[in-house]
């Protein structure tokens, strides 16, 4: 199945390091020696572009008697599988890749709650202006797969909770600020 994923930038011993604990001592001793499974999973997100637009409510619209609206431009990366937004800065760089139909996985959310999740995020982002009224509607939407090396340790046993990590591997960052 051909898919439009993120080119994967980290290999996989480095996934394989990570996995072990990297330098931390406790994750070490109790991950470091257990047999780790890896594997490269791709993760349904959505690239949606949305324009704002500002208009003036009836009592700013008699004072200064303005016709033209304020439009402006927001790029959202909404990952699909959790329904979580986030800001993207600079425009996005993707390749057209074939994987197999278990390497995917799809959203369980419908379009809409994506891109309303999307437009809730992008109304936070920006100043809301005094007197205005924001209309926020998609203009793009594109599907785009995020590449995660998924590290399973021990044996995968049926009825038994599986130890997973999951490893971005496309070299992305996701900063979440509180």
């Known amino acids: 199945m051909n898919i439009e994923c993120f080119p994967v930038k980290m290999k996989e011993e480095e996934a394989l390091r990570i996995a072990k604990g990297g330098k931390n001592p406790i994750v070490r001793a109790l991950f470091g020696r257990r047999k780790i499974n890896l594997r490269v999973m791709y993760l349904e997100s959505r690239y949606i572009t949305y324009e704002m637009t500002y208009k003036d409510n009836i009592i700013v619209k008699a004072i200064k008697k303005k016709k033209e609206e304020d439009r402006q431009k927001i790029r959202v990366m909404v990952e699909a599988t959790t329904c979580s937004a986030s800001y993207v800065e600079d425009d996005i760089e993707t390749e057209i890749k074939d994987v197999g139909e278990n390497d995917i996985q799809p959203t ?64 992305n960052v996701v900063c979440r600020n509180f």
């Not at 994506?114 to 998609?138: E, F, Q, W, Y």
């Not at 090396?149 to 999951?166: L, N, S």
């Open 108 to 171: 369980y959310y419908e379009d809409k709650r994506l891109t309303d999740c999307g437009a809730i995020m992008a109304g936070r982002m920006v100043r809301r202006h005094v007197g205005r009224n924001l209309s926020i509607k998609p203009v793009e939407e594109r599907k785009v797969y995020r590449p995660f090396y998924i590290a399973i340790y021990g044996d995968m046993v049926e009825g038994t909770k599986a130890r997973y990590m999951p490893i971005a591997a496309d070299g």
